[in-house]
Each structure stands twice: as C-alpha cells, then as structure tokens.
C-alpha cells in the first residue's frame, strides 16, 4: 500500500519523474549483504522467477564488518562495496539511500525524506535526524476544494502539484554524510548515478505498480516518460529500465551538493512543473529547507537501553511503550505464536496505537505527551 500510495503521488508529481522520485519507506523484496572479503552473498540474488514468482524469501548473510539491510539488492550490494572500500556505516547508508532512489522509484527517492537515528560506537552519542517533506509556504487548508459534505473533492491530496510537500532526502542524506560520514559525494553517490545511467532489472513489485497507476502514469508526460517503456506501455518483469534524467540529477548533487538539487536548474525544474499542475511552490520553498536535529526518544526493557525516533516520527515512542506493557508479563515463559503469546502482542499493541491515535503529532506544532508515552507507570 505504501508503494501504491507513493507511485500515486509520484504521478502526479509528475515534474520530478525527470529529475527524483517519492516517498521514504518500502515494503518490497528484502535482501542484506554482508561486508567481507570477496563477493558479496547477494551478487547474484534474485527472490523471483522468469514468471515474477516469488522463490526464495531467505535473507541469510553474515558479515565482519558489519551488515546492510535493504529492500533491493542492488541497494544493498552497494552499501556492503562501502564497508569494503572503508567507508563507515553512515557512509554505507547514504549510498544505499541514494540507491534506492534509483531501484525503487514506487517507494524511495529524492522527491521524498526520512529520518536517520544515528549512534556513534566509540562516544555513545546518539542524534536522529529529521528530513521529513515540508509544506510550501503557500499552502493552507483554503487551498483544497471542499464540497458541502466538508470533504477534500477528488482526489487532489494525491494527485496534481498540491500533493507534494518539499522533499528532504537529498538535505537530510548530505547532512548526514558530511557531519557523520568519512566519505565524498563522489565516493557515496557515483554508485547509484551508474545505476540510473545503466539501468536494473525491473521487479515483479515494480511493473506491478507502474501497471496499476498507468492511468495516473500515463495523463502526464513528464512520469510517461521516465516510467513507461518506449511503446507507452508499463515494463515488464526482468526488463532494464534506465533512468538519464536521475543520473544527471545525482551529477549535479555530486558536483554542488546540497544546493545542486535545491537551487539552479533541478529547483527550477520542480518549481516549473509542479506549478503547471496547480502547485504552489516557491524556489525559496527549496532554498530553505534544512534538517532537524533532535534528540531521540529512549527507554528500557529488562535492563537494555533502547533508543529510538521521537516526533513527528511516531514509531520510537510506540515501540517503547508496548516494551513497557510486555515488561509486567513472563513473555519467556510463553511459546512463540502460541493463543497466549499473540493475544498479549496483540493486546500491548491495541493500548499502544489508541495512545497514539489520540495524543501523537508533530511536536513542532502540537503538544505531543512523550513522557507519559515512555512511562513506564
């Protein structure tokens, strides 16, 4: 769903088919690498047949150094070429992000943000870095058309150039790099520019979805003509789809950093687009925008310090307090996915999201409880 929801908005974003792609998180084929000498255990990984059947759903690998976790081989198989050229892990991240942007435009990419809990081994320092999308500064609740029934019309939180928020991966990934990271734009991001420029094979998730958007793919020419092959049709399984509009966007952001994509001709081009389908974004929208630091969200669970997202993000503080449910029960006495055991997750779990449904929000503009949601009362 999350896949679908991103290619919907991407269609829509259409300006950005040219230049990046949407949203931040991924529910597709999985694959690690692990990072040691010699080949990686996913060179020539592959969870699917000739048919787009799924074959194997085994994520075994061991490593080293250490172990990157994605949702895309080819992600992967260059975050671990990091590890083993030197780099640390946040290198080894922002390579994979800037990866997965490539390989997975249906649910990544420089046209969406995330956060990155960052703990560094040798200090204990801990930072989590916000580089959620933003909304233009013109934008209001006055901006939708409402009907008498007090709802948004249609589907224009979805569709058109009002349903994209400024992006924040590319700000966010680089902050990252240049603050916690040891390597060079070059080093981190040539890998993916090579990706987009010589193409991968397309994945049984990825022509599955450009299929069902087609319609929204197809109504504007900027995502035809990234997403859909030369026929005007959706790819197929095992195709290779190449990407010359991202390859040359990552050469800018190589070249200028962070003002390659937030300034110039890329921030030209969002703006341009996404005005012609009744945006109301800015250049100084784009200029703007920066990474928030905050400090992260943290617990405890039978004497193991956890550490977490806080706000906006809602995940750490959750996480946290169906930790501090199952701490009053004997969990270790109980047989995994045995009545008992998924009757007391599923309980911890349905106090947790009721909290979160009635008091979490972005704390930049709502008082958001956490102390209560980490309380171990």
């Known amino acids: 769903m999350k896949q679908l929801k991103a290619l919907r908005l991407f269609a829509c974003v259409s300006a950005l088919a040219a230049v990046m792609l949407g949203s931040c998180t991924s529910t597709s084929q999985g694959s690690s690498a692990s990072a040691q000498s010699g080949k990686s255990s996913v060179d020539n990984w592959k969870p699917y047949d000739k048919n787009g059947d799924m074959i194997r759903t085994d994520r075994n690998a061991t490593g080293k150094i250490g172990v990157v976790s994605t949702s895309k081989v080819e992600a992967s198989r260059i975050g671990a070429e990091i590890l083993r050229k030197g780099g640390n892990a946040i290198d080894a991240a922002v390579a994979a992000g ?4 490539v390989v997975e435009p249906n649910s990544s990419g420089l046209g969406g943000g995330g956060f990155m809990l960052i703990r560094i081994a040798k200090t204990g320092e801990t930072v989590f870095i916000d580089f959620r999308e933003r909304a233009p500064q013109k934008s209001s609740p006055e901006m939708w058309t409402v009907g008498t029934d007090g709802k948004v019309v249609g589907n224009q939180k979805l569709e058109g150039g009002k349903a994209a928020a400024v992006p924040g991966e590319v700000a966010g990934l680089l902050y990252a790099l240049e603050n916690y990271g040891t390597m060079t734009r070059e080093q981190v991001i040539r890998p993916a520019a090579n990706l987009a420029k010589n193409g991968f094979y397309v994945t049984p998730t990825l022509s599955n979805d450009m299929k069902s958007q087609f319609d929204k793919l197809e109504k504007y020419p900027e995502s035809a003509k990234v997403f859909l092959n030369k026929e005007g049709l959706p790819y197929e399984v095992d195709d290779i789809f190449t990407n010359p509009d991202m ?3 990552l050469d800018i952001i190589i070249k200028n950093g962070k003002d390659g994509f937030y300034k110039g001709e890329v921030a030209e081009a969002i703006v341009k687009t996404l005005n012609k389908y009744d945006g ?15 400090q992260p969200v943290k617990g405890t669970y ?7 997202s806080p706000s906006p993000s809602s995940g750490g503080a959750i996480v946290i307090e169906i930790l501090n449910i199952l701490e009053n029960f004997d969990v270790g006495s109980l047989k995994v996915n045995s009545p008992e055991y998924l009757h007391l997750f599923s309980e911890a779990y349905k106090l947790a999201y009721a909290d979160r449904a009635k008091y979490m929000g972005d704390s930049d503009y709502t008082p958001v409880p956490m102390k209560g949601f980490v309380s171990k009362k």
């Open 247 to 249: 390859a040359k966007t």
């Open 98 to 101: 800037f990866a997965l942007g």
């Open 280 to 294: 109301l974004y800015t250049m100084e929208d784009l200029a703007n925008y920066k990474p928030l630091v905050r």
């Open 302 to 308: 039978r004497g193991y310090e956890i550490i977490s």
